[in-house]
């Protein structure tokens, strides 16, 4: 078995509804051997010294992977969780606590959108040596507003840049106190899966084919009380293509919408990631010059397109300086549609590797009407630093 407990770093925070925070994450793991099961219990204990709110909840996870060699390698997942909790209106959001923390104090910008949730949520995944991965699950929250208690800042110039505790892009108010039992299936195929067959298990090493993943949300009204009606569809294709001596590239489209929104709040929405910080997000899940809430949407049809080139050395190789500091180009394009919105695009050019870790772009937003929209981006690619971009930005049961 082991166990974690959450750094002091990570365990210390600042909202603007909060005020500070205390938030302590542990975890504990043990191999189960009768069940040849995984087991991990994450209790989490959270409180608000401002708003004096506490919070408790806990994730209990059950992993079972099949080793036999005699038999097809499977993967299955049980998790359960429940409690009271904050959470961000967009649960996969890029904000993390520390940025959140930081923005806040020095320079006013509580970008990060929370509420209070009473919840409880099962989910269960189940993986074949096929390459096909099924997942089913449940949520049910009782959704209560949360508003901003402080405006405290560190530096007096940004005193009274605190804005609401809501989507202000797209809410004129925050929301009415309501309750949610949302169901979510989600269907992902790699064909032609590849294996190394070990002594004893086996190692995926991909496939020459995308990963084509459908994912179905359907929000169920009356049942524990919801108040919730919709559903939504979403399909993604995601890749990453080794050109050989022309690169690789990395692509991940999307196309969905909402078949129905009798009743649908501001958590339910289709939510894109946006970007206000120097700091580039999630390169292919991310548009790096809109706001974080500017897009979501209910609408009937949307469609996102992330793309980049990495031309790992194919022209930087040719100029002698940068073939000794072996900084590469990257380049590429972000597309957004929304139903009945112009389209928005970010076009991009860019190095990376710089001293294995960094990475900076010149980025262009385009869109009809508006003037060209230009920045620049500091973020992680490289030998190294791809590594840390590869990770999520998403947090502890929705933070």
């Not at 996870?61 to 967009?90: H, P």
């Amino acid at each position: 078995y082991n166990w974690h407990l959450e750094p002091f770093i990570r365990s210390v925070q600042y909202t603007s509804v909060e005020g500070v925070v205390a938030d302590i994450s542990a975890s504990y793991q043990k191999y189960l051997t009768s069940w040849k099961t995984n087991l991990t219990l994450a209790p989490n204990l959270r409180y608000g010294f401002n708003n004096q709110h506490f919070y408790a909840w806990m994730d209990v996870n059950f992993k079972t992977r099949d080793w036999n060699i005699d038999k097809k390698l499977k993967r299955q997942t049980w998790n359960f969780a429940g409690g009271k909790r904050v959470s961000q209106f967009n649960k996969e959001s890029n904000i993390s606590p520390l940025n959140n923390t930081i923005g806040t104090l020095f320079y006013g910008n509580n970008y990060m959108k929370i509420y209070e949730n009473y919840f409880g949520e099962i989910n269960f995944t189940k993986q074949f040596e096929s390459g096909v991965r099924f997942t089913i699950g449940g949520l049910y929250e009782d959704r209560r507003p949360l508003e901003n208690t402080t405006d405290f800042v560190l530096r007096t110039k940004t005193e009274g840049k605190i804005t609401p505790n809501y989507p202000f892009e797209i809410l004129s108010s925050n929301f009415t106190p309501h309750k949610a039992f949302i169901v979510n299936a989600s269907l992902s195929i790699k064909p032609g899966q590849r294996y190394i067959q070990f002594p004893f298990n086996k190692v995926a090493i991909g496939s020459k084919y995308p990963t084509f993943t459908l994912n179905y949300t359907k929000g169920i009204q009356d049942v524990f009380g919801s108040n919730v009606n919709f559903d939504k569809w979403n399909f993604v294709v995601n890749d990453d293509v080794n050109l050989k001596l022309a690169g690789s590239i990395k692509y991940k489209a999307m196309i969905g919408g909402f078949l129905n929104t009798r009743s649908a709040f501001i958590q339910d929405y289709q939510h894109f990631n946006g970007n206000k910080s120097l700091l580039a997000k999630e390169y292919l899940n991310t548009f790096q010059l809109q706001s974080y809430y500017a897009n979501s949407t209910a609408t009937s049809f949307f469609s996102a397109l992330f793309f980049e080139h990495h031309l790992n050395g194919l022209l930087t190789n040719k100029v002698p300086l940068f073939k000794k500091l072996n900084w590469h180009l990257v380049d590429g394009a972000n597309l957004l549609y929304i139903v009945p919105h112009t389209p928005y695009a970010e076009v991009f050019v860019g190095m990376e590797n710089i001293f294995k870790v960094f990475r900076i772009d010149l980025i262009a937003g385009l869109q009809e009407g508006y003037k060209p929209n230009f920045n620049v981006k500091i973020g992680a690619g490289g030998l190294i630093g791809g590594r840390f971009n590869s990770s999520r930005f998403k947090g502890r049961s929705g933070l």
